[in-house]
């Protein structure tokens, strides 16, 4: 203990003033948003289908029910890797069953996302860019909030840093970084298909890695690029691999996951218009980038929409865009040049790719580029305040307390207050079920929900990981009773006489009703003789 205390404060003795205030605003960074990743987690915990789903799974995994597909998409029939699946399953066993369990490790890989956004940070932009991203960061509203749930899109922000520190770390050292990289992208596009942007701008700056390479072999020196040509084919073989299961799921089900694939970038789907003239389809892809660009860099901060906030948010594009030049002289003058076209082909990569994608793009869509905007917006700040003297100063402070105000206001903090139906109550409930049902009665479950998961995914995790579970989807028929958890509607004509499948196909006889206090009606339905 004496040996750390004494390397510490040798380290510490060594810092200049501004190392130590950095150091320390990071610190604060760190515990502020800890704070805002972990309190009242329990009771504000989102727990809806595509939770129970993921729950339900794993626990299935748990118990040798392997897969090797990930969560479908809401948008085309398209798969991801089952690779969220194996990362939640030892935190839910850790947890004895309970969905609280990847959830705290969901929130604690975002309180360390935190520091290593300034680790990270400071290599490519510098670190006093890199502390201001760190701030904003910790507290940004929907950084937190997609850190306080167990999601597949959840994790990514620390894959994508993993990601620029490797492609940092291949650029100025050795090649066989990139197969760290390539790793990364494996993870990242099991996480969630947008988040596929993220390669573009790493393979652009891969083939700039070659042509430097080629010119050294020029000169005899040929080191470099033999291991360059062997961590590429490396990184490749990872990427192939890790699409194995995904290819051979397309092969026996008729490709289904490349026509989900198609029908998600050109966002036929959502829309239903697929038959756009070319020349439409250009027109709108120049037009949308106005909208993505603001997206990435702007609602992120939490702001509601309005046309006050659009025409500050164009304001505030044109100013990032502007200030892109400073950045580039500045990055040569500070040796920060790869950090700056990494960041900038990540920016142009992605806002292009969703410009082409015509259907809704959400917040979770982008929890890849989370580091990345907070990096740019943080070297932003320092390059107003280098360039521009006192403007600079002033447009710079002005920008940060705007942030700043944003991410206090009392509605996007939300995030932190009790849920009126937390996953206790859920479990109450499922407890009630099982109270309700003889034990050696099978049955079957159905629900009725304003966000119509009609098989209640949520409810049937507390079921199945119980020693009473319901039967399978399939067998709705030969059950003994149909348990119904009506949240709305909760009428009984309505609820009985469902057209949803899980309450029509089953024989129906008679039904008796329990009203848990302050929640739903639970319909318990007999079977007809």
């Not at 070297?379 to 307390?401: E, H, N, Q």
């Not at 409810?459 to 067998?475: D, T």
Request: hydrophobic fraction near 50%.
């Amino acid at each position: 203990m004496r040996n750390w205390l004494t390397v510490y404060r040798q380290w510490w003795v060594r810092l200049s003033n501004s190392q130590r205030w950095q150091y320390l605003a990071v610190c604060i960074a760190t515990l502020f948003g800890a704070a805002y990743r972990l309190f009242n987690l329990p009771n504000s915990l989102q727990f809806l289908a595509d939770q129970g789903r993921d729950a339900i799974i794993a626990h299935g995994i748990l118990h040798g029910d392997f897969t090797l597909v990930g969560p479908s998409t809401s948008v085309g029939e398209m798969y991801l890797g089952p690779i969220y699946y194996y990362f939640m399953a030892p935190f839910l066993w850790l947890a004895s069953g309970s969905p609280l369990g990847p959830a705290y490790a969901v929130a604690i890989i975002g309180v360390i996302t935190v520091p290593l956004l300034f680790m990270v940070g400071r290599r490519l932009v510098g670190p006093t860019a890199a502390t201001l991203a760190t701030l904003l960061y910790a507290f940004a509203p929907y950084v937190n909030l997609y850190t306080r749930f167990s999601w597949n899109p959840n994790p990514a922000p620390i894959v994508t840093l993993g990601m620029l520190y490797a492609g940092w770390k291949a650029w100025h050292g050795s090649p066989k970084w990139w197969i760290g990289v390539a790793l990364g992208w494996a993870v990242m596009i099991q996480l969630h298909y947008v988040a596929m942007l993220i390669a573009a701008p790493f393979g652009i700056l891969l083939l700039a890695d070659f042509v430097r390479s080629y010119r050294v072999v020029k000169i005899g020196q040929t080191n470099r690029a033999r291991s360059l040509l062997i961590s590429s084919l490396s990184g490749l073989a990872i990427i192939l691999l890790s699409f194995l299961p995904l290819v051979l799921f397309n092969l026996r089900f008729n490709g289904v996951i490349a026509k989900g694939f198609t029908d998600f970038f050109a966002g036929t789907t959502a829309t239903g218009s697929e038959n756009f003239l070319i020349s439409e389809r250009l027109i709108a892809f120049v037009k949308e980038h106005h909208g993505r660009a603001m997206h990435i860099f702007f609602e992120i901060w939490g702001q509601e929409w309005g046309s006050l906030y659009r025409s500050l948010n164009t304001a505030l594009l044109c100013v990032y865009a502007g200030t892109a030049f400073l950045g580039w002289h500045w990055s040569k003058k500070h040796h920060y040049q790869f950090g700056f076209w990494l960041l900038l082909l990540a920016c142009l990569t992605t806002i292009s790719g969703l410009a082409w994608y015509r259907s809704t793009v959400h917040h979770h869509y982008l929890t890849y580029f989370f580091p990345i905007s907070y990096l740019v917006t943080g070297a932003i700040l320092v390059w107003l305040r280098t360039y521009l003297k006192l403007p600079g100063l002033f447009l710079a402070s002005s920008l940060l307390i705007y942030i700043s105000w944003l991410q206090v206001q009392p509605k996007q903090l939300e995030y932190l207050d009790t849920l009126g139906w937390p996953i206790s109550k859920m479990e109450a409930v499922s407890q009630t079920v099982l109270r309700e049902i003889p034990p050696e009665q099978t049955y079957s479950l159905a629900a009725l929900t304003e966000i119509r998961d009609y098989r209640g995914l949520n409810y049937r995790y507390f079921l199945i990981n119980s020693s009473h579970p319901p039967v399978a989807q399939e067998n709705v028929s030969d059950a003994d009773w149909l348990v119904i958890i009506a949240e709305n509607p909760r009428e009984a004509d309505k609820v009985i006489n469902s057209p949803v499948y899980e309450i029509s196909s089953f024989p129906k006889g008679g039904y008796r009703v329990v009203d848990y206090p302050g929640g739903p009606l639970i319909y318990l339905v007999a079977k007809q003789p």
